[in-house]
Each structure stands twice: as C-alpha cells, then as structure tokens.
C-alpha cells in the first residue's frame, strides 16, 4: 500500500501559506525527478521507500516492507523530523541566509494517519507475531477444548502465529498459558513502540498485578491527607490515622501500592499505601505531563565529550580565523566564494542584522559603548565539566579510607576492625557512602587500599561483617553484606549475591536513615530474583522495589542489572496502561542506558520519551518537560543519519538548566555535519554551509547576553565568510565591521586580522573608497608600531583599492612593494600573487605584453608549488587571464593551451565553480575567437554538466539551448537528432521552472527540427504546443511571432510549402491586426503573396499583393 505526504510552506507570522516559497520548493523538486537520488536517500534514511515523487501536487508516494519501517517513519513524523529534513532538501542556499525568514518559515507535511496505521497492521498480521488486548467484550470466555485460552479484560496477548481460520495461537503475558483464541478476542496493539518492546524485552514469567492502570497523568509530591487509619504490618510500614497530613518522601506515582512517606504528627518515615491517602492537595512536578524534576535533566542532556560544548567552541574558533595576514589575496577572486549574477529574492529581505554598522563613525560608537562589556576567553559559556568532575574528585579527599590489613594475628583482634565498623555503623546516610551504590564500584579505591586483589579485600570484608555480627553492629553488618553482595555482581556470582542481600534484609529493622542503602537493597536483590526465575520472592518485593526504584529523584543507579528490572516494569505499566510511570520509568532506562555508554540500545528509549514529550504538551507550552533533541542529534549522528541528526538538533530550543548544551553548541554541531548532506564527511577548504547562518545569528545574540567579546568576534567573522562565500556580499560587510570593531576590543592582533578581512570585503563589493580607509589606517598602525612582518598583505589590498579608483602608478606601486616584501619573507606563493596582479593591471591597462611577462612569471611561480586545491584553483584563474593576453597579441595557440590547462587544474580538483568558470571561456574561445563547431560542442557538453551538477537549471537550459544550434549546425541526420534531444531537454527544464516565454520557443525550435528530420506528422505537433503555451499566457505578441515562425519553417522549406498559408493567415495575421502590429501584417501578406506565386496560385496572389500594397501607402512605405 501506499502512503501520501504531502508538504505546505507556512509563514509563522502570516498563519498562511508562504506562496513564494512554496513555489520555490516545487521548482526544486521538479529539479530533483529526473534525478530522484538525492530524494530516494532521504526517505531511505527516514525509513520510507519513494514510489515516486508529484511535483505539481507537492507530494511524496511512499510505501513500507515491514513494521519497523512504519514505526520509524511514525516516530520521526511525530517529532517533526520529516518537514524539517524536506526543508534542508527543497529550500535553496539562500533561503538560510535570511535569518528573519528562517525563522517565520515552517515546511508542514500531512499524512492520513489511519491509513498509515492500517499500513502498519497490515505488515503486522503479515509478519504473524504481535501483542494483542482481550477486547471487553471477551471477558471470561469460555475455554474452547482443551487448548482455548481464558482471557480477562485487556490482558495482553501474543500471538504467534496468524492462521487462515477465525482462531489464533496466543500466550497470555499474565499467566504464561498458550491456547488458541477466536480472532474476535483480540484487538492488535496500535503502537508501535509497544509492539517492538513487548517482543525485544520478554521475561520468563508473567505480570505481577502489583501495578495497576490510572487515568492521570500527573506525578505529584508534596502533602497529603490519609483517608483511613492504617497499622503498619512491617517495620518500614508507616502507621498513621485518618485525617493525618504525610509529606511524600519524592514522588507520588498514581497505581503504584506504595510511596515513601513521612508523618509530620510522629516524624517517622515508612512506605505509605496509596490506595489510603488523597493526593488532591499534592502539587504535580510542572504544567502538564511532567515526570521528572528540574534536577534530573542535566545528566540525561549532557552530551558526550568528544561532542561537547568546548569541541565545538574550538571548532568555530578555529574557522573563523582566516589566512589573510600571511597570504596574499589575487585580486577580485575569493576562491571559496559563489557570485550570482542576480541577487537572490529571498536574500535579506527581513534580516534586521544587516542594516547595522554601516559606517565608521557608528562602528566607533559601538566599541566604545561595549568596552564595558569585554569578557575574558576564559569566561565565555562553554561548561567547565572537566573542572566539575575534577572538583567532584577532591572532595573524596576527605573521606575516610581503610587499610586492608590481612595479618593473620589481627584477624581475631576486635580492635583493627573497630575503625571500620565504627564509620559503617552510622544510622544515617553520609555523602562518604555514595560511593558503595554507584555503577562504577568507585568504593574499591575511594574507601579501600593495600589490597592486591579482589579476593584479598572480598576476605576483609567478610572478617569485618563477622565482627559486626558479634558487636551487632546492625547498620555495618547491613552495609557490609550489601559491598559483599555487590563485589559477587561483578563476578557474576548472583546466588552468592542474592545470600548476602537477604541476609542484609533479613538485619535490617530501620533503614529509613539511609534511603539509598535501603534502595540500592531492594533493587539488587528484585533484580537478581527476576535474573534467577524466582517469582514468587519477586512479586513479594516488586511492589516497594518499583517505589525505591521510581520515586526517589537523583538516586544512583547501584548495578546494570537494574536494567532489567526496569524493562519489567517498563512492560507492567504498558499492561496496565499506566502513562506516569511508562515516562517515568522510560527515562530512567535513558539515564541508564547513556550512562553505561550503550547508545545504540538507548535510541528507541529516548526517541519514545520525546514523543512523549511532544504529544503531550500542555496549552501555551513550547517545549515538554524533556527537550533531548541535543542528545538524539548527537546519537543519529553516531548511526550516520546525517538528515535526522540536523533536523534534530535545528528543533532543539538551548535552555537554562546547568550543563545542558547552549546555541554555540548546537551551531558548531549544525556547521560540523551539515557537509554530510552532500556526503562529505568534514567541513570542505573551510567553505561554511548556509544552512547554519540562523544558528550562528542565534549563538552571537546568545554571546552579546551574556557579554562574551571574543566569541562574538568569532561569530561575526564566521558570518561575514558565510554571506561572502554565498555572494552576498552586502550582507558580509556589516558583520564584517562588526568583527573589527570587537578586534579592537581584544588585542592588536585581533584587530589587524579582522581590519584586514574588512577590507577584503570591501574591495569585492566594489567599494574601494571605504575599503582604502580601512587600509591606509592599517598601513598607518603598522608604521607605527614598526610591525612591518604583514605589511605586504596590506600593500597587495591597498593596491586593488587604488586600481579601482583608477590610480594605476600608486597601485602598481604598493603590489610591487607586497612582491618585495614576499621576495623578503622568501614566500613563493606571495610573489607569484603579487605577479598575477601586477599581470591582471597590466591587462586592464590594456599592456597584453607587460601582462603577459608578469603572468607568465607567476605561473612558474605556482607550477613550482602546485600540489594543493586552494593554490591550484588560484593558479587556474591566472592561466584564464594569461590565456587573455595571449588573446589580445593574437597568440590564439598559446592562449588555448592556457585555457585548457585552466580546465585541467579544476579536473584535477573536482572544484565544481572553477571549472565552470574556465568551461565558459573555452566556449566563447571556440564560438569566437578561435571557431571550431566539434570543439564547441565538447565544451558544451561540459558545460551543461557542470550546471546539472552544480543544481543550477536556468543555466543547464541555457547550455542545452547552445547545444542544439551547435548540433543543427552540424547539419547531418545524427546531429540534428542530438540537437532535438537538447532541445527536449532544456523544453522539460522551462516547463518545470513555469519559464513559459522560453518553453514556447523550446516548442518551436523542436517542431523545426521535426521539419528537418522529415517526420511531418510531429511537426505541427510542436507547433500548436508552442502557440497554445503562448495563448495560456495571454501572451498575444508572442503567439503572433510563433505563428509566424512556424509558418517560415514551411515558407523557407521544400516541402508542403503551402502550410505556410494556415499558420500566415489563419493564425499570425488576426493577432497582428488585434495587436495593430500594421508592419508584421505587411510583412506577412508580402511572404503570402510571394509563396502563393511560386505555388501558381496567381489570383491569391493578387489578393496578397493587393492588400500589402494599400498596408505600404497606409504607413507610408
């Protein structure tokens, strides 16, 4: 089966569709059908096959092989994955350039979400093995001989295989009994996060019933009020009376039997049942469905080192410091750089950035105003974690640490473990304790020394808990059975384990002093009960388990067999259908999972938790009670899901809670990956993709809050690269200025650095007059300070400025002394710059010989040093302008050898740009300079390749068009079907861009290659297509001139001349007289008259010739 989406551009601010974009969007996926690739890997990558794409209804077909694939499609349509993954697909690299439209703008897909739902229980019934409910209906059903199965209302069922009769094989996850039920019995469950845990997590026994179903979503804590008098029946039973307020110890779970309590009459501590106490007066955790605390959320959002707040402050750091003191710039040619010749139409439209700091008397006035504000490096916003965790460590300095002494005569000397088990006795919890219920058993070191294994300390233990025996020493006793039980986990010895714990539980008759002794307690010894198969000891303990296990914010996790224990529970409350302590219990499992470093097993997990988070959010709220964006981002980034992990992190709102990641976070993430949309694996010659621009707006406004100087520099620089290397120069300048302006703030070289990179952009704005100032006042600094190392970086920008404003003597000038002082530094990469742009003046000056001697000059220069992209591509540019000399002194040979070399360096790189600058004059080289069809067309061909590669299918049409003229001028039957193949092509091109002007001539041009073909049937085909595009339009003046064209075709031709007649009178000469178009009608009635001469249709001629001749005395001809 298969499944419509279908995709809308809304404007946030208008609530509507966003017409220009939506049409954008359609243009680019008419782009992408003819070659569907890049749309097949999305989908691929969100778990969907593409059946086929319906540009003009703006929508996907998909289809699925299996539930798996639905479930992924459904989670990543839940979380909003699939719009955001459309918008880095359809949207062009200039819609990201524009902040205020980034930000207004949101891609909205729609799917029929039943018939995604029936898609899914189709493929499972096919796979045959699924999780059922009883429906009410089948309560108490008769057992159906002997292999019926009895059901109860909404127990779970599953079911093995599906037959072709009315019966299903089914096991009851209550009981554990296999039977067959009637297929009416049964309702599949519709979710499918609960139909892949259900059969990934089984356990060998069924549900316990100590957990029951609740409507409410709300977690509460707080005080309550006891509804009945209640005698506890054990000592950690809480006895209190009705009316008697309790403060919840934690947090109080609706269908759980117990919580952790405390009676404010008494001041005791003990679990409380819940069915005797109303929790009406309780406050829940937050507005909505919130199931953890505020404290809870940093550890789960925390992102792992190696994708940490301080990488990605270092990465952007590192970008946005350029080259350009040390390496001289060829003039005009920024060579990361893309210049459309038109400006975008989305490009800056709304971008309130882009109108600040336009002059330098407001660049000025904004330093000055924020030296107040200057912040240290040191204290920008990356979270120290490492200084935390270190921090951490020095307080277990003053723990108390235990030498293990195994001397045979101190074995029996009560005084050597006195020390010992006066600091386990204590009656309460100590921070010093942590260390016992931690995962990592950091007690071996942080309590315990001179033991040279294990088994030694495994024996001072034991020693030590027979002492406590003897003493009664309850609470030492207790606590050392508990290290010995734990030291067994490890070695995977769990029956051994299981005595020590019971015989812990068995001692203890007060454990509320130490409520994560008590804890960590009952959940090792539940966890190796439901290890062992021991059921009954299980259900016996589960119920105050689950509470010590769920309820306690904060508490350590003591073992990795806790995992299982939460995955029953995990089952048990999807039973019941209880949803507070499903998210309450799927977040521990997320804790868990991340801190034992298993990512892969956690995805599901934590993708289920957003979900959560996002149905489930209440009225007015933005974000759930848990945004892991951050951290599902870094995770599909670690499954190579490049799309997903953007799209993830681009949703993700950077909040206040310590340690969760901020916006230079997420910005330096979205600038690392977003090259893997394009497969590249790293960041390309440091070009910087235009899909992070909003996010590095949003982390620069995050650094001006919080008043961090050098990483606003940092990001203004980067910004100023970004709108550079897109050609939008006019948004570069600003942040540009900016970044010198903060320079100034931070240091000489900061300042030099960033004034330098202003420039630069001024100079390709064509703005040499503010580019000049900027220069002279470095050129001044350095005289100055006698720092004449980067002066030649100066001397090379200064002279571009000077050239510009026509003042060749000064201009050759300063580029000489930037070739001098390159020849100082023994720079070969300077001198041959400085060359070429003494070359490139030269060249403007009109001095092809002097040119020719100093491009000559540098191009030995960088043959010399070749070996690198970036000098390759520079030295590619200076063989186009050698190659132009050689034009202008008529060396037409050696100026194709430059050309074509020009060609070679690009190959060589695959630099994309490159070559189709160099393609582009090799064309015009063969068209005009140097004609020569065959060699034309190569490059043609190239050309239209280049601009298929490159996306760009105004100017792919453009090539394909050229083409066909070279073909027809070809003339030979093969030629002229390659032409008509162009032509075709750049027709299918026009129709999809709405180009309707270009598509009818497209028409037009095909139907005449027809008529040279000889396949008369198409041509008048063609023909009509051409002149009924034109009248869609309106177009009158243009379907007059196809009339008239098409009629030429048949007029110039030598056969069925007399055609002509229909497309002259029939069509072209009405338009021409509703137009009033008198000079096209005498024209035509003069072909007419001519044409019916040579067809001896002499009377009609007459009639022709009559009326051309009162048309030619009536304009005066």
């Not at 023909?1023 to 243009?1038: C, E, K, P, V, Y």
């Not at 031709?1053 to 055609?1059: C, E, F, I, M, P």
Request: proline content about 4%; glycine content about 6%.
């Amino acid at each position: 089966q298969e499944l419509s989406l279908s995709f809308s551009v809304e404007s946030r601010s208008r609530r509507g569709c966003n017409s220009q974009l939506q049409e954008a969007a359609r243009k680019k996926l008419w782009a992408l059908e003819s070659d569907d690739r890049a749309v097949c890997a999305l989908f691929k990558e969100l778990s969907a096959r593409l059946v086929c794409t319906q540009a003009h209804e703006d929508r996907f077909l998909l289809t699925f092989k299996t539930p798996e694939e639905v479930w992924k499609f459904s989670t990543y349509l839940t979380l909003g994955y699939v719009g955001t993954c459309l918008e880095q697909l359809l949207f062009a690299q200039q819609f990201w350039l524009d902040c205020a439209l980034v930000e207004d703008t949101e891609l909205r897909v729609t799917v029929d979400e039943e018939h995604l739902a029936t898609i899914y229980m189709d493929l499972l019934l096919q796979e045959g093995n699924f999780f059922c409910r009883a429906v009410p209906g089948a309560c108490k059903l008769e057992q159906e001989g002997e292999e019926g199965l009895q059901l109860c209302r909404n127990e779970l069922i599953h079911v093995k295989s599906v037959g072709q009769d009315s019966k299903w094989e089914g096991m009851s996850l209550l009981t554990g009994q296999r039977g067959v039920v009637p297929m009416t019995a049964l309702e599949p469950i519709p979710h499918p996060f609960y139909q892949w845990f259900l059969r990934n997590y089984a356990v060998s026994f069924g549900l316990s019933q100590e957990i029951s179903g609740t409507s409410s979503r709300a977690i509460v804590r707080g005080r309550c009020i006891a509804t009945k008098d209640h005698r506890g029946a054990a000592w950690d039973e809480l006895s209190f009376s009705r009316g008697d307020p309790i403060e919840i110890i934690g947090f109080f779970i609706p269908g759980l039997p117990w919580f952790v309590g405390k009676s404010l009459s008494t001041r005791s501590v003990g679990f409380v049942p819940t069915r005797h106490v109303n929790p009406e007066a309780c406050e829940p955790l937050g507005k909505g469905f919130v199931f953890l605390s505020e404290e809870e959320k940093s550890p789960v959002l925390h992102i792992p080192c190696n994708g940490d707040e301080q990488h990605f402050a270092t990465l952007l750091g590192d970008l946005a410091h350029t080259d350009i003191t040390s390496v001289y710039r060829l003039a005009g040619f920024e060579p990361t750089a893309v210049f459309p010749q038109v400006p975008p139409e989305a490009a800056l439209h709304g971008s309130k950035e882009i109108q600040v700091l336009q002059s330098w008397e407001e660049i000025n006035d904004w330093a000055t105003s924020s030296t107040s504000e200057l912040s240290s490096p040191g204290s920008e916003t990356a979270p120290a974690t490492l200084e935390d965790v270190l921090l951490e460590k020095l307080d277990d300095l003053d723990y108390p640490k235990f030498f293990i002494d195994l001397d045979a005569g101190h074995m029996e000397d009560a005084d050597v473990f006195d020390p010992i088990l006066t600091f386990l006795n204590q009656d309460s919890f100590v921070p010093s304790f942590q260390s016992f219920y931690d995962l990592s058993f950091s007690f071996l070191h942080s309590t315990f020394y001179g033991f040279s294994d294990e088994d030694e300390l495994v024996l001072y233990l034991e020693t030590s808990r027979d002492w406590a025996k003897r003493t009664r020493s309850v609470w030492a006793h207790v606590r050392l059975c508990f290290l010995l039980g734990k030291l067994c986990i490890k070695k995977v010895k769990f029956s051994q384990a299981r005595v020590y714990f019971e015989e812990a539980m068995s001692v203890l008759d007060r454990g509320f002093g130490d409520l994560p002794l008590l804890a960590a307690l009952h959940v090792s010894l539940a966890s190796i009960y439901l290890k062992q198969n021991m059921k009954h000891k299980f259900s016996s303990l589960l119920g105050k388990t689950v509470t010590l296990l769920v309820c306690l914010p904060g508490r350590s996790f003591s073992s990795e067999s806790e995992l299982e224990l939460l995955t029953y529970i995990l089952r048990e409350s999807i039973a019941v259908g209880n949803a507070p302590l499903e998210a309450r219990v799927c977040f521990l499992l997320v804790k868990l999972f991340l801190q034992l470093g298993r990512t892969e097993e956690v995805l599901p997990f934590l993708e289920h938790l957003q979900c959560l988070s996002t149905t489930w959010l209440s009225p007015g709220t933005r974000a759930g009670p848990l945004d892991a964006t951050a951290t599902l981002g870094y995770l599909y980034d670690k499954k190579c899901l490049p799309n997903i992990a953007l799209a993830s992190v681009r949703s993700f709102v950077p909040g206040s809670t310590k340690g969760t990641p901020s916006p230079i976070w997420r910005a330096g993430f979205i600038l690392q990956n977003a090259p893997k949309l394009l497969g590249k694996q790293q960041l390309d010659g440091g070009s910087i993709p235009a899909l992070v621009c909003p996010y590095l707006e949003q982390a620069l406004q995050f650094c001006c809050d919080s008043r961090a100087v050098p990483m606003q520099r940092t990001l203004c620089a980067l910004l100023s690269r970004t709108y550079l290397q897109h050609g939008l120069l006019d948004g570069a300048v600003p942040y540009a200025a900016r970044a010198a302006a903060l320079g100034r703030l931070l240091g000489e070289e900061e300042a030099f650095e960033s004034s330098l990179c202003l420039g630069w952009v001024l100079l390709l704005q064509r703005r040499p007059g503010p580019a000049g100032a900027v220069l002279r006042r470095l050129r001044r600094s350095l005289r100055a300070s006698a720092c004449e190392g980067p002066g030649g970086a100066v001397h090379n920008l200064l002279a571009m400025a000077l050239a510009a404003q026509g003042h060749v003597q000064e201009a050759a000038e300063n580029f000489l002394r930037a070739l001098h002082k390159a020849k100082e530094m023994g720079n070969g990469r300077n001198q041959a710059v400085a060359l070429a742009n003494l070359g490139q003046l030269s060249l403007s000056c009109g001095a092809a010989q002097l040119a020719e001697l100093y491009l000559l000059w540098s191009v030995r220069l960088y043959a010399e040093l070749q070996g690198h992209p970036e000098l390759d591509v520079e030295l590619a540019q200076v063989l186009l302008w050698l190659a132009q000399a050689m034009v202008d002194r008529q060396r037409v040979e050696d100026a194709k050898l430059c050309y074509e070399l020009a060609l070679g360096f690009a190959l060589k790189w695959q630099n994309l740009r490159s070559q189709l600058h160099a393609t582009e004059r090799l064309c015009h080289f063969y068209s005009r300079v140097c004609p020569d069809l065959q060699a034309c067309i190569t490059y043609h061909e190239h050309w239209a390749a280049l601009a298929r590669q490159l996306q760009d299918r105004e100017l792919e049409a453009s090539a394909r068009q050229a083409l066909s003229q070279l073909y027809q001028a070809l003339g030979t039957p093969e030629a002229l079907r390659q032409s008509l193949d162009c032509t075709k092509q750049s027709l299918r091109i026009f129709i999809d861009l709405e180009e309707a002007v270009k598509a009818a001539e497209a028409w037009l041009q095909a139907g005449k290659l027809y008529y040279l073909l000889q396949e008369d049937e198409l041509v008048e085909m063609y023909f009509q297509a051409a002149i009924q595009t034109a009248l869609r339009g309106d177009n009158f003046s243009l379907a007059m001139d196809l009339y008239e064209k098409a009629g030429d075709t048949f007029f110039n031709g030598s056969r069925n001349r007399a055609r002509a007649v229909e497309f002259y009178r029939g069509g072209a000469v009405p338009l021409a007289r509703k137009l009033k178009a008198t000079q096209t009608e005498l024209r035509l009635f003069n072909k007419l008259a001519e044409l019916q001469i040579s067809l001896q249709g002499y009377e009609k001629a007459l009639e022709f010739a009559t009326l051309a001749a009162r048309l030619s005395l009536r304009v005066g001809e």
